[in-house]
């Protein structure tokens, strides 16, 4: 199995800056995509950032320019920096990690979340 710990939330201003980190664990043979999706309150999970084995970066266009999305291949680790944050930011922050497990078994796994709340 694999598992996903996430780390980094909590609550900041408007205006300031935050890095969330997550890190996969377990039986891994090599990582593919490793991305965070967001969930605010009574809204669907909706995708920040992703990010390849091949160093290809997508972003919502919402983060587009403030957020900054990469990853440590040696601590399987992948990190979201997160700049100039706003009130419209605030949510449960998931990320997620696709690869192969031993056996080259496909694996998608999710976090466990973070919340990050953006509040003066």
């Known amino acids: 199995q694999v598992q996903l710990v996430e780390s980094g939330g909590g609550l900041v201003q408007p205006g300031e800056s935050r890095r969330l980190s997550c890190t996969a664990s377990?039986?891994?043979?090599?990582?593919?995509?490793m991305g965070w999706y967001r969930q605010a309150p009574g809204k669907q999970r909706v995708f920040v950032s992703r990010?390849?084995?091949?160093?290809?970066?997508d972003y919502a266009d919402s983060v587009k320019g403030r957020f900054t999305i990469s990853r440590d291949n040696a601590k399987n680790t992948v990190y979201l920096q997160m700049n100039n944050l706003k009130p419209e930011d605030t949510a449960v922050y998931y990320c997620t990690v696709t690869g192969r497990r031993l056996g080259l078994v496909p694996f998608n796994s999710w976090g466990q979340g973070t919340q990050v709340t953006v509040s003066s």
């Open positions: 990010i390849t084995d091949s160093s290809s970066i």
């Open positions: 377990g039986s891994i043979v090599s990582i593919s995509n």
